[in-house]
């Protein structure tokens, strides 16, 4: 916090991309930290090394993967400890892979929780004075999707004889190359630690046939560009595994782990930079459209065919030769181009280019097939390149484009051959056309979409993001080669990825009415030993099938490949395989102190059987897709408008799976320690507690039992305080079990019921949304400063019904801008209240917690009562099941209890009828008979005449019954404009008046 107590957006080095994981339930005893208990004892040979070391200690570092058909989940926990009695800064800093996004953090300092959240980021992004900034929230850097690894930083302060525990979940799908996954795990802690322990799990829906664990690679790598594959001869000697590695391989399902002591580490070296671990495996496929797996109304589809026959391929290589690849730059591209000739096939066409301050073509106007002769001319004309001059990067593309171009529309040309370019740079344009926008608009124009561009960078000074766009927009690939990398091995590895070209214009349909929010399903070129990989929304949820068309071309012939797969067989399936996954990760108890085992990996609560995100693994890899997708159009996009569409689209999803990319940020308050080296004395409520505790103290001995405690918080007074600083007491004092209710409400499916008392009426309407969707129930943030959003999950429907599914609000969110700002957010598990500090309490709790601005009042496993100023009270009915039937989840009802602090001009879909008059009248009605009229029910709101049925709904959980009119068709004319106006674009959205609705 700072010196106002506001919250800080925490800085983040290269940050990236966030579901809360429920990982700080382990932690709820673990509110004092017992130093007395010693660390686990120190080999002697490294103890000097240690003692040395003025830094926090890492007392473990445990790092847990689960990846289930190739959808990788990612737990870090890593335990520092103080040992000094003076408060000393922590810093906790991991790479990732820069295709996955985080997912969550989490700090636990001083017995304190410091939860994330991940907001949308502001148009204009400013820097913190004297801080760090943050590469990746540049516009510049947003959108490097190929650039290896980036590093995650957080520094906090850390209380004298303490321990901080940093926990961070990050996601990614892992992408076939050469015929292999790799999954890749940093290990570069710094120093040496005390316990260090790597656990990899991979399940897959279809047998495991490759395994294979890497020795530590260290130095940067960019991965997979330089792996072993199909086309690349294999070392005749298998490479053995890091010491200290023990795997298990079983037919779909292997575990890898690797627990070197702090012995084994120093051996390998003893600043901690042990390197990456990496496997490589692959799976069994079949021929046909492929491996669809199905699961909460989503499906994903993995398409990767083989034993087909290679397409012929054109392509001009366009190699730098300005001065700065004077050097090791030059004679490693010289070695990878000759390298690359011997792999060109008979059936193939080629030419090269060099540029730097001019274009030289080797074979001026043509491209010639692959002989020996013109291989030996190509090799002298490449042993040749001499590097001299300036970098013309536009004149190199168009020369390119032309030459390709003539020759594809000239006679002879094979029809359904592939044909690309392959550029390479180490620099950024300096002579020619230098402006980034005009080099890409030329770069359309002369590409015309009749051939991919794949691009190259090598070293530090390239505009990557020029390069990214000339591919994206170009149905190509960007590749990024770090400056101490093997760029040759690395050249001959990308070039081994797209030189075997089996299909082209491959299309992939499915049932039109059955599918929606499909993710890319149009690909120019598909390549031996990569994948394709789809992912959808099942519109129609009840359908027995799904029917799956594939077209594409081949170098001879246009290939159809389809079939019906069974949706409720395909999810059955689905589901045992996500059971396999969470049995196949060990169950792991809460830590101790001195440290143990925790979190759970793969995105596992810990202390639980199941998975949480993995359970919907395929959903969220549809999300993981669909960002990603948002992202690249937006990248493509030619206008502000459509830029701006995709930008909101992605951002949207970002927020709703907590991802954090480049349109989010991730916000953490900063913990505050005081002159003396201890916590600053905040109260926290530990998760499922049920009682309150200050700072790392633990409660009297008379308030640990099931009485409900009720945390008051007083603002500090005097000159002396510390600002952002809070002192607080604790109170025995029940909770009202019994609650006020009107019945203004929206709950179950959800059904809303709306008291008119003035008019002495009860209208009643459904709300047919998407799971998803987030409704504005409650909008007066102009005036009262509330709003009221909720959020929808689906579920299918029960037997026998008439509905697809219906729909539920899983979190109720509650924000307060007046007197000061705060908001409540309500799942079914917990609630969070953010205001001048933030707290987590457990529904299953009874507690009450009051401030300045508001009150919450929690009864367990029943209601959340939130009370502002006095004037204005909502309460919060949770639903949970023990034993849930399919078409059960757990979700929360919302009822308007006392709306007197609310204006007149407040809206939203509840919020608009608070002060509303309605009438009852009847209309005639010619009937079936001859002659005969009948009347039938009318409401009059606001000049509008609304038909209306009457019904019976039941409330308070079944505990009431209310008659009411009944609206139908999405409360259509009830409603000002139309039920799309409510639905916001995120949870904390405090629009006014939703967009588009008609108050007339």
């Given at each position: 916090?700072n010196k106002?107590?506001?919250m ?30 010693a ?24 790092i847990?993967?689960?990846?289930i ?10 335990t520092?400890?103080?040992?000094h ?218 398409f990767?065919p ?43 066409h ?47 593309i ?104 089996l ?16 993710t890319?399903?149009l ?94 693994f ?79 103290n ?12 009720t ?113 409540i ?139 009411c ?36």
């Amino acid at each position: 916090m700072n010196k106002d107590g506001k919250m800080l957006a925490v800085t983040l080095l290269l940050c990236f991309s966030p579901c809360v994981l429920g990982q700080l339930e382990d932690y709820s005893h673990w509110s004092d930290f017992d130093l007395d208990i010693a660390p686990r004892r120190v080999p002697r040979q490294v103890k000097t090394l240690l003692t040395k070391e003025t830094k926090p200690h890492i007392q473990e570092l445990s790092i847990k993967s689960t990846i289930i058909s190739r959808y990788a989940f990612t737990a870090v926990s890593c335990t520092m400890l103080n040992r000094h009695s003076a408060a000393t800064e922590g810093v906790f800093q991991f790479q990732i892979p820069s295709s996955a996004y985080v997912s969550n953090f989490t700090m636990i300092i001083g017995g304190r929780v410091y939860q994330s959240e991940v907001k949308p980021k502001e148009k204009k992004v400013k820097q913190d004075k004297g801080g760090n900034t943050n590469p990746k929230n540049k516009e510049s850097d947003n959108t490097s999707i190929e650039l290896g690894v980036e590093m995650f930083r957080m520094a906090a302060s850390i209380p004298g004889r303490n321990r901080a525990v940093f926990l961070l979940t990050y996601e990614e799908l892992l992408q076939r190359r050469l015929g292999r996954y790799e999954h890749v795990t940093s290990l570069r802690p710094l120093q040496l630690v005390s316990r260090l322990s790597l656990e990899v799990t991979v399940v897959d829906h279809s047998p495991i046939t490759y395994l294979e664990v890497l020795p530590l690679r260290r130095g940067k790598s960019n991965g997979a560009a330089a792996a072993s594959g199909p086309n690349t001869p294999r070392t005749p000697v298998k490479p053995e595994p890091p010491a200290a590695t023990a795997i298990k391989w079983d037919k779909n399902l292997c575990k890898i782990t690797f627990s070197p002591t702090i012995v084994q580490q120093a051996k390998i070296t003893t600043n901690g930079i042990l390197g990456d671990f990496v496997i490589r495996y692959d799976v069994e496929r079949e021929m046909g459209i492929g491996d669809i797996q199905v699961l909460n109304g989503h499906f994903v589809h993995y398409f990767a065919p083989k034993d087909l026959p290679v397409v012929p391929k054109n392509v001009v290589f366009v190699i730098d030769t300005s001065a700065s690849m004077l050097g090791t730059k030059i004679r490693q591209t010289k070695d990878a181009l000759f390298t690359i000739l011997r792999d060109l096939r008979p059936e193939d066409h080629f030419n090269f280019i060099s540029f730097s301050s001019k274009v030289k073509v080797w074979q001026p106007s043509r491209l010639v097939p692959v002989t020996p002769l013109n291989v030996r001319d190509a090799k002298k004309f490449i042993y040749m390149l001499t590097p001299t001059g300036a970098t013309n990067i536009d004149g190199a593309i168009q020369t390119g484009s032309k030459l390709l171009s003539d020759y594809l529309s000239g006679p002879g040309t094979n029809q359904n051959s592939v044909s690309l370019i392959i550029f390479l740079t180490d620099g950024r344009p300096t002579v020619g056309e230098t402006h980034s926008p005009a080099i890409l608009g030329n770069t359309r124009s002369a590409v015309q979409e009749k051939f991919c561009l794949f691009t190259i960078g090598m070293g530090n000074d390239v505009d990557y993001r020029l390069l990214e766009r000339m591919a994206l927009e170009n149905c190509g690939m960007m590749r990024r080669i770090n400056e101490e990398a093997d760029a040759s091995a690395m050249l001959k590895g990308f070039y081994d990825e797209i030189g075997t070209p089996l299909l082209s214009d491959i299309r992939i349909n499915y049932t039109e009415d059955a599918v929606q929010y499909v993710t890319q399903h149009l690909f120019n070129n598909y390549f031996n030993g990569s994948e394709i990989v789809i992912a959808g929304k099942l519109s129609n949820r009840s359908a027995e099938s799904l029917h799956v068309q594939v077209t594409a071309s081949n170098s001879d012939k246009s290939i159809v490949l389809e079939t019906d797969v069974p949706l409720r067989q395909r999810e059955a399936e689905t589901e045992r395989h996500v059971k396999a996954a969470a049995a196949a990760t060990a169950k792991v108890a809460g830590p101790k102190p001195g440290g143990s085992e925790v979190a759970q990996g793969s995105g596992v609560t810990p202390g639980t059987e199941a998975a949480s995100p993995a359970q919907d693994f395929v959903e969220r890899v549809w999300g993981f897709l669909s960002v990603k997708e948002g992202l690249r159009s937006r990248l493509r996009s030619q206008t502000s408008r459509e830029r701006e569409g995709h930008a909101q689209q992605a951002t949207n999803l970002s927020l709703n799976y907590h991802f954090l990319t480049p349109l989010t940020n991730l916000v953490v308050e900063k913990p505050k320690v005081l002159a003396d080296g201890t916590m600053a004395p905040t109260p926290t409520l530990m998760p499922e507690t049920g009682a309150a505790a200050l700072s790392a103290n633990k409660l009297p001995e008379d308030m640990e039992g099931d009485t409900p405690t009720t945390l008051h918080r007083k603002q500090p007074v005097g000159q002396g305080s510390n600002p952002g600083k809070t002192t607080g007491r604790l109170e025995r004092r029940p909770v009202k079990k019994s609650i006020t209710i009107s019945k203004t409400s929206a709950d179950g499916d959800p059904h809303f019921v709306v008291e008119f008392p003035l008019s002495k009426l009860t209208v009643c309407f459904n709300i047919n949304g998407e799971p998803g969707h987030v409704l504005r129930l409650v909008s007066d943030h102009k005036y009262s400063g509330v709003t009221v959003n909720g959020k929808l999950i689906g579920a299918p429907a029960p037997p026998g019904s008439h509905k697809q599914q219906r729909t539920y609000f899983s979190t109720i969110t509650i924000m307060v801008d007046q007197p000061k700002r705060a908001y409540i957010e309500v799942t079914p598990k917990k609630v969070i209240l953010d205001g001048r500090d933030r707290m987590v309490l457990p529904c299953d709790s009874t507690a009450a917690v009051e401030s300045d601005v508001l009150s919450v009042a929690v009864v367990g496993k029943s209601n959340v009562t939130v009370t502002i100023g006095g004037t204005i009270s909502f309460v919060i009915l949770v639903h949970q099941y023990k034993n849930p039937a399919p078409y059960q989840r757990d979700h929360l009802g919302f009822y308007i209890s006392n709306s007197k602090g609310l204006s007149h001009s407040c809206h939203g879909l509840l919020g608009q009828f608070l002060y509303e008059e309605v009438g009852l009248a009847e209309i005639g009605a010619s009937s079936s008979a001859p002659g005969q009229t009948t009347t039938l029910p009318v409401l009059k709101v606001k000049g509008r005449s609304v038909p209306v049925v009457k019904k019976t709904r039941r409330i308070l959980s079944g505990t009431q019954s209310v008659d009411c009119w009944f609206a139908r068709n999405n409360a259509a004319k009830l409603i000002d404009g139309q039920y799309e106006d409510y639905v916001t674009s995120h949870m904390f959205d405090t629009g006014d008046v939703p967009h588009g609705t008609n108050e007339a």
